[in-house]
Every structure is written in structure tokens, then in C-alpha cells.
């Protein structure tokens, strides 16, 4: 059975920082690409960050870049994004997939709120 479960969520002030990770099992994280996603309410998913199955040259969405750091631990089947410089349009549930050729597998998601 594959499960991808997030966590690192919560509350924090603006300007503040979060470490969101994902662990998966069922599934050799090495050979998918590895992609967080967020989805603020009342809007649609949004693609945040990837990264490849080799770990290389993380890419991100124009509004994080240069705040948001996405990394992967290969040996430990988990996926880390680093949040720094955290601002309250960054509040949304964030969730991380693991990318295969055919199947896309998803967590449930972890709750980021930035408020002061």
C-alpha cells in the first residue's frame, strides 16, 4: 500500500519559517519525481515545487523562489520544503506526489497558516 504523509504544518507570523516533510512508503521515492503542491481556499491546486528522481536542480513556482527550498533524502524516502520568509498569501493545505511514468500518488495534505 503506498502512503505519502506530510507533516511540519501550522501556525506561524509573518516572516517566519516552516520545514514541511514527506515520507513515503510502498513506493521507491529514488524513482519518482517528487513535487510539493498547495491549494489556499476557494482557489485551485498550485504547483509549488519539483524535484527530480535525481535530486538535482529543484524548480519552483515565480512566488517562492528564493524562499522556498524543496530537497530530497533519497536513503529515507522523504522529501523536504524548506519555508522561509513565510507571508500570509503562502496559507493554503500543501501536499507532496510522487510522479511515476504512468500514476501520480498523493498525501493528505499538511495545514500552513501565516498570521499574525
Known amino acids: 500500500q503506498v502512503q505519502l504523509v506530510e507533516s511540519g504544518g501550522g501556525l506561524v507570523q509573518p516572516g517566519g519559517s516552516l520545514r514541511l516533510s514527506c515520507a513515503a512508503s510502498g513506493i521507491t521515492m529514488s524513482m519518482a519525481a517528487m513535487r510539493w503542491y498547495r491549494q489556499a481556499p476557494g482557489k485551485e491546486r498550485e504547483l509549488v515545487a519539483v524535484?527530480?528522481?535525481?535530486?538535482?536542480?529543484?524548480t519552483y513556482v515565480d512566488s517562492v523562489r528564493g524562499r522556498f527550498t524543496m530537497s530530497r533524502d533519497n536513503a529515507k524516502n522523504t522529501v523536504h520544503l524548506q519555508m522561509n520568509s513565510l507571508k500570509p498569501e503562502d496559507t493554503a493545505v500543501y501536499y507532496c506526489?510522487?510522479?511515476?511514468?504512468?500514476?501520480?500518488?498523493w498525501g493528505q495534505g499538511t495545514q500552513v497558516t501565516v498570521s499574525s
Open positions: 506526489s510522487a510522479r511515476f511514468i504512468i500514476r501520480e500518488y
Open positions: 524535484i527530480s528522481s535525481a535530486g538535482d536542480n529543484p
